[in-house]
Nanobody, 126 residues
Framework: QVQIVESGGGLVQPGGSLRLSCKTS????????IGWFRQAPGKEREGVSC????????YYADSVKGRFTISRDNAKNTVSLQMNSLKPGDTAVYYC???????????????????WGQGTQVTVSS
């Protein structure tokens, strides 16, 4: 059974920091890209950051570059998001996700698999 559980959200003042964590189980973590989306009230879900399966590649939304850092621990099947210099515009529910294209037969046919957590609320306010 696949489980993705986020933690670490909360209320923080502008300029403060939070560290989100995501614990996973039930799928081959090493084979999956893993990252974070967020959704603010009344807005569409947007990608925040993603790390490739080997962590050789990391991606960040322009709005968080230089402030957020993603890291994954393949030994523990976890990923974290260090968020610094937080702004009110960072207020959102943050979702952890895992995504991979899996080969399913000898001919190399593949399917995309993705899994999502339930989200953790981050509120930046004075």
């Amino acid at each position: 059974q696949v489980q993705i559980v986020e933690s670490g959200g909360g209320l923080v003042q502008p300029g403060g920091s939070l560290r989100l964590s995501c614990k996973t189980s039930g799928f081959p973590f090493d084979d999956y890209a893993i990252g974070w989306f967020r959704q603010a009230p009344g807005k569409e879900r947007e990608g925040v950051s993603c790390a490739s399966s080997s962590e050789l590649s990391k991606y960040y939304a322009d709005s968080v570059k230089g402030r957020f850092t993603i890291s994954r621990d393949n030994a523990k099947n976890t990923v974290s998001l260090q968020m610094n210099s937080l702004k009110p515009g960072d207020t959102a529910v943050y979702y952890c996700y895992a995504k991979a294209r899996i080969v399913v037969n000898v001919e190399g046919a593949s399917v995309e698999r993705e899994y999502w957590g339930q989200g953790t609320q981050v509120t930046v306010s004075s």
